[in-house]
């Protein structure tokens, strides 16, 4: 596909439960993040790919929060034990080049999962 | 804290006039600040970036001002149209750490009526 997509685009969940939130990068982009959004608010990052390792997960908000990208394309954000805080719109982005600085290289953004825990 | 902070969460122009989207950050250390419109269901898109070493960047009919001092910015849109309805977020690259990662604003919604 051309861009980023995500799925599912709606997941319900019951507290306790463990999701699994998949995201399809734009083929061949280096690097990858997540990001959490929750109602009212804007994207706040949990963690950044490049290409397989997971450089950064300084975001993560617990240790129920996992995420992986074992061949260096798609990557899954799993929640463990979901509670009712973690409901919010979570947002996969696809960047063509890896961490470099120098002018910026576009983010592109997934239309995003929207998680409810009941 | 909120490092990038929006204080308007809406505004509302007639067609054709100029919009004017502010923003306010604390952190010296981004060093790109950038434009993402959102559509409801719809991810993030990229609109228009600047570079902390540059105070304006013109691309059609959206200009981003920036004004390092005051720790400033703002996204010019102008003449105004209905299809640019839609939620914008200010966003601050940091220079290193996270991959170059992005920190948001909260957004505001602009509503372009006719």
């Known amino acids: 596909g051309a861009g980023v997509s995500q799925s599912p685009r709606y997941k319900v969940a019951k507290r306790g439960q463990d999701v699994a939130l998949r995201c399809d990068p734009i083929?061949?982009?280096?690097?990858l993040f997540w990001y959490q959004q929750a109602l009212g608010q804007g994207p706040e990052f949990l963690t950044y790919f490049q290409n397989e390792a997971q450089l950064d997960k300084s975001g993560l908000p617990s240790d129920r929060f996992f995420a992986e990208r074992p061949e260096g394309s798609v990557s899954t954000l799993k929640i463990q034990r979901t509670q009712q805080e973690d409901s919010a719109v979570y947002l996969c982005?696809?960047?063509?080049?890896?961490?470099?600085?120098?002018?910026?290289?576009?983010?592109?953004f997934g239309p995003g999962t929207r998680l409810t825990v009941l | 804290d909120q490092q990038v902070k929006q204080n308007s969460p809406s505004l509302s122009v007639q067609e054709g006039r100029i919009s004017i989207l502010n923003c306010d950050y604390t952190?010296?250390?981004?060093?790109?600040f950038l434009w993402y419109k959102k559509y409801p269901a719809e991810g993030p898109t990229f609109l228009i970036s600047?570079?902390?070493?540059?105070d304006k960047n013109e691309d059609g009919r959206f200009t981003v001002f920036l004004n390092k001092s005051a720790k400033h910015l703002s996204l010019h849109i102008v003449p105004s149209q209905p299809g640019d309805s839609a939620v914008y977020f200010c966003a601050a690259r940091s220079g290193s750490g996270g991959g170059n990662k992005l920190t948001f604003g909260t957004g505001t919604q602009l509503k372009v009526e006719l």
């Open positions: 952190n010296s250390m981004f060093d790109y």
């Open positions: 982005a696809s960047r063509r080049r890896g961490f470099m600085g120098g002018p910026y290289n576009e983010q592109f």
């Open positions: 600047i570079s902390s070493i540059k």
């Open positions: 083929s061949g982009h280096v690097s």
